[in-house]
Protein backbone atom coordinates (compact mmCIF):
# COMPACT_ATOMS: atom_id res chain seq x y z
CA UNK A 1 0.00 0.00 0.00
CA UNK A 2 0.94 3.47 -0.41
CA UNK A 3 -0.08 5.99 1.42
CA UNK A 4 0.54 10.09 0.43
CA UNK A 5 0.98 12.69 3.29
CA UNK A 6 0.26 16.10 2.26
CA UNK A 7 2.45 18.43 4.69
CA UNK A 8 0.45 21.80 4.93
CA UNK A 9 3.01 23.93 5.99
CA UNK A 10 6.77 24.87 5.42
CA UNK A 11 8.09 24.44 9.01
CA UNK A 12 8.04 22.29 11.74
CA UNK A 13 5.17 21.50 14.44
CA UNK A 14 2.75 19.15 15.88
CA UNK A 15 1.09 18.34 12.60
CA UNK A 16 4.25 18.03 10.91
CA UNK A 17 5.47 15.51 14.08
CA UNK A 18 2.19 13.56 13.82
CA UNK A 19 3.20 12.46 10.51
CA UNK A 20 6.72 12.05 10.90
CA UNK A 21 5.56 9.22 13.78
CA UNK A 22 3.11 7.64 12.12
CA UNK A 23 4.74 7.57 8.31
CA UNK A 24 7.92 6.35 10.12
CA UNK A 25 6.33 3.47 11.93
CA UNK A 26 4.24 2.50 8.93
CA UNK A 27 6.86 1.93 6.76
CA UNK A 28 9.63 0.52 9.26
CA UNK A 29 6.92 -1.67 10.99
CA UNK A 30 4.27 -2.90 8.15
CA UNK A 31 6.18 -1.48 4.63
CA UNK A 32 4.09 0.78 3.55
CA UNK A 33 5.36 3.04 0.86
CA UNK A 34 5.04 6.55 1.97
CA UNK A 35 4.99 10.09 -0.43
CA UNK A 36 5.48 13.12 1.30
CA UNK A 37 4.16 16.26 -0.52
CA UNK A 38 5.99 19.71 0.38
CA UNK A 39 4.92 22.83 -0.06
CA UNK A 40 7.55 25.15 -1.91
CA UNK A 41 10.36 26.69 0.21
CA UNK A 42 9.80 24.22 3.01
CA UNK A 43 12.35 24.15 5.56
CA UNK A 44 15.16 21.90 4.11
CA UNK A 45 15.87 20.29 7.42
CA UNK A 46 12.69 19.05 7.55
CA UNK A 47 12.18 17.87 4.19
CA UNK A 48 16.26 16.06 4.82
CA UNK A 49 13.97 14.22 7.85
CA UNK A 50 11.11 12.67 6.04
CA UNK A 51 13.09 12.02 3.45
CA UNK A 52 14.66 8.85 4.90
CA UNK A 53 11.02 7.28 5.30
CA UNK A 54 9.84 8.32 1.52
CA UNK A 55 9.83 10.09 -1.60
CA UNK A 56 9.31 13.89 -1.18
CA UNK A 57 8.06 15.89 -3.98
CA UNK A 58 7.06 19.49 -3.66
CA UNK A 59 3.85 20.49 -4.21
CA UNK A 60 3.88 23.87 -6.01
CA UNK A 61 0.00 24.66 -5.42
CA UNK A 62 0.08 24.16 -1.58
CA UNK A 63 -0.58 27.84 -0.68
CA UNK A 64 -4.59 28.35 0.54
CA UNK A 65 -4.88 30.62 -2.47
CA UNK A 66 -4.71 27.63 -4.88
CA UNK A 67 -7.31 26.09 -2.64
CA UNK A 68 -9.95 26.02 -5.10
CA UNK A 69 -7.89 25.36 -7.74
CA UNK A 70 -9.10 22.72 -10.50
CA UNK A 71 -5.30 22.89 -12.08
CA UNK A 72 -3.95 22.61 -8.62
CA UNK A 73 -6.23 19.33 -8.04
CA UNK A 74 -5.21 18.09 -12.10
CA UNK A 75 -1.39 18.65 -11.11
CA UNK A 76 -1.86 16.96 -7.50
CA UNK A 77 -3.66 14.17 -9.15
CA UNK A 78 -0.75 13.93 -11.64
CA UNK A 79 2.05 13.52 -8.75
CA UNK A 80 -0.29 11.00 -6.76
CA UNK A 81 -0.52 8.47 -10.11
CA UNK A 82 3.24 9.15 -10.88
CA UNK A 83 3.72 7.67 -7.14
CA UNK A 84 0.77 4.61 -7.36
CA UNK A 85 -1.19 6.24 -4.16
CA UNK A 86 -3.63 4.14 -3.01
CA UNK A 87 -4.22 6.59 -0.31
CA UNK A 88 -4.27 10.24 0.44
CA UNK A 89 -4.10 11.59 4.86
CA UNK A 90 -4.32 15.13 4.29
CA UNK A 91 -4.29 17.17 8.02
CA UNK A 92 -5.14 20.79 6.94
CA UNK A 93 -8.55 21.87 5.54
CA UNK A 94 -6.55 23.98 2.93
CA UNK A 95 -6.48 21.47 1.06
CA UNK A 96 -10.17 19.96 1.37
CA UNK A 97 -10.91 20.78 -2.21
CA UNK A 98 -8.11 20.03 -4.60
CA UNK A 99 -7.80 16.75 -2.53
CA UNK A 100 -12.17 16.27 -3.26
CA UNK A 101 -11.14 17.33 -6.66
CA UNK A 102 -8.49 14.93 -7.40
CA UNK A 103 -10.38 12.48 -6.36
CA UNK A 104 -13.21 12.98 -8.47
CA UNK A 105 -10.54 12.94 -11.39
CA UNK A 106 -9.46 9.27 -9.63
CA UNK A 107 -12.05 7.10 -8.74
CA UNK A 108 -9.02 4.71 -7.18
CA UNK A 109 -7.77 7.01 -4.90
CA UNK A 110 -9.64 7.33 -1.18
CA UNK A 111 -8.85 10.57 0.99
CA UNK A 112 -8.27 10.38 4.70
CA UNK A 113 -8.60 13.31 6.41
CA UNK A 114 -7.71 14.15 10.35
CA UNK A 115 -8.76 17.45 12.22
CA UNK A 116 -6.23 18.83 14.09
CA UNK A 117 -8.01 21.99 15.72
CA UNK A 118 -10.85 22.45 18.09
CA UNK A 119 -13.05 24.59 15.89
CA UNK A 120 -16.37 24.38 13.68
CA UNK A 121 -16.16 23.07 10.43
CA UNK A 122 -17.62 25.47 7.46
CA UNK A 123 -20.90 24.51 6.64
CA UNK A 124 -21.93 26.25 3.18
CA UNK A 125 -23.12 24.03 0.39
CA UNK A 126 -19.50 23.87 -1.45
CA UNK A 127 -17.68 22.57 1.47
CA UNK A 128 -20.44 19.78 2.21
CA UNK A 129 -19.81 18.73 -1.05
CA UNK A 130 -15.95 18.48 -0.43
CA UNK A 131 -16.64 16.69 2.98
CA UNK A 132 -18.45 14.08 0.90
CA UNK A 133 -15.48 13.65 -1.09
CA UNK A 134 -13.68 12.28 2.36
CA UNK A 135 -13.63 8.53 3.29
CA UNK A 136 -13.15 9.00 6.74
CA UNK A 137 -12.82 12.14 9.17
CA UNK A 138 -10.60 11.17 12.06
CA UNK A 139 -10.79 13.60 15.19
CA UNK A 140 -8.15 13.02 17.86
CA UNK A 141 -10.77 13.51 20.92
CA UNK A 142 -14.30 14.10 21.63
CA UNK A 143 -14.15 17.71 21.89
CA UNK A 144 -13.04 17.97 18.46
CA UNK A 145 -15.42 15.58 17.03
CA UNK A 146 -18.26 17.99 19.10
CA UNK A 147 -16.81 20.96 18.04
CA UNK A 148 -15.99 20.51 14.59
CA UNK A 149 -19.38 18.41 13.74
CA UNK A 150 -21.59 20.85 15.69
CA UNK A 151 -23.82 21.69 12.24
CA UNK A 152 -25.91 18.27 11.30
CA UNK A 153 -25.14 19.42 8.01
CA UNK A 154 -21.60 18.87 8.42
CA UNK A 155 -22.43 15.57 10.31
CA UNK A 156 -24.10 13.77 7.78
CA UNK A 157 -21.73 15.07 4.74
CA UNK A 158 -18.72 12.74 6.21
CA UNK A 159 -19.27 9.20 5.59
CA UNK A 160 -17.23 8.22 8.24
CA UNK A 161 -15.91 9.63 11.85
CA UNK A 162 -13.76 8.06 13.96
CA UNK A 163 -12.51 9.45 17.09
CA UNK A 164 -8.19 7.93 17.63
CA UNK A 165 -6.98 10.06 19.87
CA UNK A 166 -3.15 10.79 19.15
CA UNK A 167 -0.31 8.92 20.53
CA UNK A 168 3.71 9.41 20.61
CA UNK A 169 6.54 6.54 19.78
CA UNK A 170 7.48 6.27 23.51
CA UNK A 171 8.17 2.83 25.15
CA UNK A 172 9.48 2.89 29.17
CA UNK A 173 10.06 -0.63 30.39
CA UNK A 174 8.94 -0.04 33.80
CA UNK A 175 7.20 2.54 36.10
CA UNK A 176 9.11 5.94 37.36
CA UNK A 177 9.49 4.39 41.09
CA UNK A 178 11.42 7.73 42.34
CA UNK A 179 11.74 11.18 41.59
CA UNK A 180 15.09 12.19 40.38
CA UNK A 181 17.72 13.14 42.72
CA UNK A 182 18.16 16.84 41.86
CA UNK A 183 18.58 19.05 44.87
CA UNK A 184 16.25 21.44 43.56
CA UNK A 185 13.02 20.23 41.98
CA UNK A 186 13.16 20.88 38.04
CA UNK A 187 9.86 22.00 36.02
CA UNK A 188 9.76 20.97 32.85
CA UNK A 189 8.02 22.68 29.39
CA UNK A 190 8.87 21.86 25.55
CA UNK A 191 7.10 23.14 22.81
CA UNK A 192 6.74 26.11 20.65
CA UNK A 193 8.05 29.05 22.24
CA UNK A 194 5.17 30.99 21.09
CA UNK A 195 2.30 33.42 22.42
CA UNK A 196 -0.52 30.61 22.66
CA UNK A 197 1.22 28.27 23.83
CA UNK A 198 1.36 30.28 27.10
CA UNK A 199 5.14 30.05 28.24
CA UNK A 200 5.64 33.71 29.20
CA UNK A 201 2.50 34.11 31.57
CA UNK A 202 3.62 31.03 33.16
CA UNK A 203 7.32 32.39 33.78
CA UNK A 204 5.62 35.50 35.40
CA UNK A 205 3.73 33.25 37.91
CA UNK A 206 6.68 31.46 38.43
CA UNK A 207 8.62 35.14 39.30
CA UNK A 208 6.03 35.44 42.35
CA UNK A 209 7.23 32.04 43.90
CA UNK A 210 10.92 33.47 44.24
CA UNK A 211 11.35 31.83 47.86
CA UNK A 212 10.23 28.14 46.89
CA UNK A 213 13.35 26.38 45.66
CA UNK A 214 12.58 25.34 42.03
CA UNK A 215 14.55 25.20 38.05
CA UNK A 216 12.91 25.83 34.77
CA UNK A 217 14.07 23.62 31.98
CA UNK A 218 12.91 25.03 28.66
CA UNK A 219 13.13 22.79 25.35
CA UNK A 220 11.66 24.28 22.07
CA UNK A 221 12.59 26.64 18.77
CA UNK A 222 11.49 30.17 19.13
CA UNK A 223 8.80 31.85 16.96
CA UNK A 224 10.67 34.96 15.54
CA UNK A 225 7.71 36.84 16.32
CA UNK A 226 8.61 36.70 20.08
CA UNK A 227 12.05 36.07 19.83
CA UNK A 228 13.12 39.84 20.69
CA UNK A 229 10.47 38.98 24.00
CA UNK A 230 12.12 36.03 25.30
CA UNK A 231 15.10 37.06 24.98
CA UNK A 232 14.59 40.14 27.16
CA UNK A 233 13.37 37.41 29.81
CA UNK A 234 16.15 35.46 29.88
CA UNK A 235 17.83 38.63 30.23
CA UNK A 236 16.13 40.30 33.05
CA UNK A 237 13.75 38.09 34.42
CA UNK A 238 14.09 37.97 38.08
CA UNK A 239 14.19 34.43 38.00
CA UNK A 240 16.41 34.44 34.93
CA UNK A 241 19.13 32.50 36.85
CA UNK A 242 16.96 29.12 37.43
CA UNK A 243 15.67 29.43 33.89
CA UNK A 244 17.82 26.97 31.84
CA UNK A 245 16.76 27.15 28.23
CA UNK A 246 18.63 24.58 25.65
CA UNK A 247 16.59 24.61 22.22
CA UNK A 248 15.15 22.66 20.33
CA UNK A 249 16.31 19.08 21.06
CA UNK A 250 15.39 15.68 19.28
CA UNK A 251 16.23 13.43 22.24
CA UNK A 252 13.71 14.70 25.22
CA UNK A 253 14.53 11.32 27.22
CA UNK A 254 17.24 12.81 29.18
CA UNK A 255 15.66 15.89 29.98
CA UNK A 256 12.48 14.19 30.85
CA UNK A 257 14.41 11.92 33.36
CA UNK A 258 16.07 14.87 35.47
CA UNK A 259 12.43 16.51 35.73
CA UNK A 260 9.80 16.31 38.07
CA UNK A 261 7.18 18.49 36.93
CA UNK A 262 5.83 18.79 33.21
CA UNK A 263 3.54 21.74 32.14
CA UNK A 264 1.22 22.61 29.51
CA UNK A 265 0.64 26.40 29.78
CA UNK A 266 -1.67 26.82 26.45
CA UNK A 267 -3.89 29.55 26.37
CA UNK A 268 -5.59 28.27 22.61
CA UNK A 269 -7.85 25.00 23.03
CA UNK A 270 -5.41 21.77 22.43
CA UNK A 271 -6.54 18.56 20.72
CA UNK A 272 -4.54 16.02 22.29
CA UNK A 273 -1.07 17.89 23.41
CA UNK A 274 1.78 15.84 22.59
CA UNK A 275 3.55 17.26 25.29
CA UNK A 276 1.41 15.82 27.37
CA UNK A 277 1.53 12.74 26.78
CA UNK A 278 5.10 13.19 26.78
CA UNK A 279 4.71 13.53 30.12
CA UNK A 280 2.52 10.88 30.70
CA UNK A 281 4.66 8.29 29.01
CA UNK A 282 8.01 9.31 31.36
CA UNK A 283 5.90 9.44 34.28
CA UNK A 284 5.82 12.74 34.95
CA UNK A 285 3.46 15.10 37.09
CA UNK A 286 1.30 17.44 35.31
CA UNK A 287 -0.08 20.81 35.72
CA UNK A 288 -1.96 22.01 32.07
CA UNK A 289 -4.53 24.58 31.32
CA UNK A 290 -8.23 22.69 31.43
CA UNK A 291 -9.38 25.13 27.81
CA UNK A 292 -9.05 21.89 25.16
CA UNK A 293 -8.83 18.43 24.95
CA UNK A 294 -6.93 17.71 27.72
CA UNK A 295 -9.52 16.77 30.79
CA UNK A 296 -10.29 13.40 27.87
CA UNK A 297 -6.54 12.43 28.86
CA UNK A 298 -5.38 13.34 32.82
CA UNK A 299 -7.79 13.17 35.32
CA UNK A 300 -7.18 14.57 38.59
CA UNK A 301 -5.36 11.51 39.71
CA UNK A 302 -2.43 12.26 37.36
CA UNK A 303 -1.86 15.93 37.76
CA UNK A 304 -3.53 19.46 38.15
CA UNK A 305 -5.94 21.13 35.46
CA UNK A 306 -6.16 25.22 35.89
CA UNK A 307 -7.75 28.13 34.10
CA UNK A 308 -5.57 29.51 31.07
CA UNK A 309 -3.03 32.15 32.30
CA UNK A 310 -5.10 34.89 30.26
CA UNK A 311 -4.40 37.82 33.05
CA UNK A 312 -7.80 37.19 35.06
CA UNK A 313 -6.42 35.95 37.84
CA UNK A 314 -7.92 33.15 38.57
CA UNK A 315 -5.84 31.07 36.49
CA UNK A 316 -2.66 32.34 37.70
CA UNK A 317 -3.70 31.81 41.66
CA UNK A 318 -4.82 27.73 40.49
CA UNK A 319 -1.57 27.53 38.78
CA UNK A 320 0.50 29.18 41.33
CA UNK A 321 -1.48 26.84 44.03
CA UNK A 322 -0.62 23.77 42.05
CA UNK A 323 3.08 24.18 41.78
CA UNK A 324 3.30 24.93 45.26
CA UNK A 325 1.58 22.14 46.29
CA UNK A 326 3.77 19.84 43.99
CA UNK A 327 6.99 21.66 44.66
CA UNK A 328 6.24 20.58 48.45
CA UNK A 329 4.78 17.27 48.26
CA UNK A 330 6.96 15.24 46.45
CA UNK A 331 5.25 11.71 47.20
CA UNK A 332 2.30 13.18 45.69
CA UNK A 333 4.38 14.13 42.23
CA UNK A 334 5.71 10.46 42.16
CA UNK A 335 2.32 9.71 43.03
CA UNK A 336 0.61 11.53 39.97
CA UNK A 337 3.40 10.34 37.72
CA UNK A 338 2.87 6.90 37.45
CA UNK A 339 -0.94 7.34 37.64
CA UNK A 340 -0.13 8.59 34.66
CA UNK A 341 2.24 6.20 33.22
CA UNK A 342 -0.07 3.58 33.92
CA UNK A 343 -2.72 5.26 31.78
CA UNK A 344 -0.52 5.89 28.91
CA UNK A 345 0.34 2.73 29.29
CA UNK A 346 -3.41 0.94 29.50
CA UNK A 347 -4.69 3.47 26.71
CA UNK A 348 -2.47 5.66 25.11
CA UNK A 349 0.28 3.40 23.69
CA UNK A 350 1.43 4.32 20.24
CA UNK A 351 0.87 0.39 18.77
CA UNK A 352 -2.75 0.49 19.49
CA UNK A 353 -3.28 4.11 17.74
CA UNK A 354 -1.02 2.59 14.90
CA UNK A 355 -3.40 -0.15 14.50
CA UNK A 356 -6.05 1.69 14.47
CA UNK A 357 -5.00 4.14 11.57
CA UNK A 358 -3.84 0.66 9.92
CA UNK A 359 -7.21 -0.54 10.20
CA UNK A 360 -8.93 2.59 8.30
CA UNK A 361 -6.47 2.32 5.59
CA UNK A 362 -7.34 -0.96 5.05
CA UNK A 363 -10.93 -0.52 5.14
CA UNK A 364 -11.23 2.45 2.86
CA UNK A 365 -8.55 0.11 0.17
CA UNK A 366 -11.22 -3.03 0.63
CA UNK A 367 -14.37 -0.87 0.64
CA UNK A 368 -13.90 0.16 -2.84
CA UNK A 369 -16.70 2.54 -3.09
CA UNK A 370 -16.90 6.38 -3.72
CA UNK A 371 -19.00 9.12 -1.89
CA UNK A 372 -20.82 11.25 -4.35
Known amino acids: ?33 CVFLFPA ?50 NSRQSYFIAALAKRMSRDLRVVVTQHLVRKASAGWLWQWAYRQMDVLICPSRLVARTYLASPKVQTAFASVQIIPNSVPITVSSLRNDLPTNEIPTIF ?22 KTPFRLLVAGSVEARIQETWNHILANSPIRERIEYVGFCNDIAPLMQQSHIGIIPSLVPE ?20 NGSQPEFMSVSEGFLCSPLTGSGKGEQEWRE ?8 PEYCLQMGQNAQKRFQNELRYDQFMDKIQQIYIACISRGQHYA
Open 322 to 329: ALQFLLSN
Open 1 to 33: MTVAYYIASPHWGGGEQYVYDLARHMHSRLGYT
Open 189 to 210: YHGRICREKGIIPFIHVLETLK
Open 41 to 90: HSDETMVARFSTIGACPFFPFSHKLFRFSPLAAFCLNRLLRKYKVDILHI
Open 271 to 290: TTPLALLENMAYGLATISSN
